[in-house]
């Protein structure tokens, strides 16, 4: 079983920037697809980007030029660095790992980094 610890949340200013971190416990986790997810208070959870082990990613519209995943497969750890940070990217945010790529089922979870964006 994988573990997901999330790190690097934090509190900024619009237009600011943060990176966040998922750590994995088990070097198989290079092995799957991996995806950052974020839930604002009284919305659903909505996915921000997904990376394939060999690097191809994917992203919601909304961060499209903001938001970068990336992994790194001799670490296990998995990123995302977020900058032009908005108020409505405030939100709780996961990281997840998808042991099929493009099943749409997401395997394991993180408990999560809040990030909040003051205007």
């Known amino acids: 079983q994988v573990q997901l610890v999330e790190s690097g949340g934090g509190s900024v200013q619009a237009g600011g920037s943060l990176r966040l971190s998922c750590a994995a416990s088990e070097y198989t986790y290079r092995y799957y697809c991996m995806g950052w997810f974020r839930q604002a208070p009284g919305k659903e959870r909505e996915g921000v980007a997904t990376i394939h082990p060999y690097g191809s990613t994917s992203y919601a519209e909304s961060v499209k030029g903001r938001f970068t995943i990336s992994r790194d497969n001799i670490k296990n750890t998995l990123y995302l660095q977020m900058n032009s940070l908005k108020p409505e990217d405030t939100a709780m945010y996961y990281c997840?790992?998808?042991?099929?790529?493009?099943?749409?089922?997401?395997?394991?979870w993180g408990r999560g980094t809040q990030v909040t964006v003051s205007s």
């Open positions: 997840a790992a998808e042991t099929k790529c493009y099943s749409g089922s997401w395997d394991y």
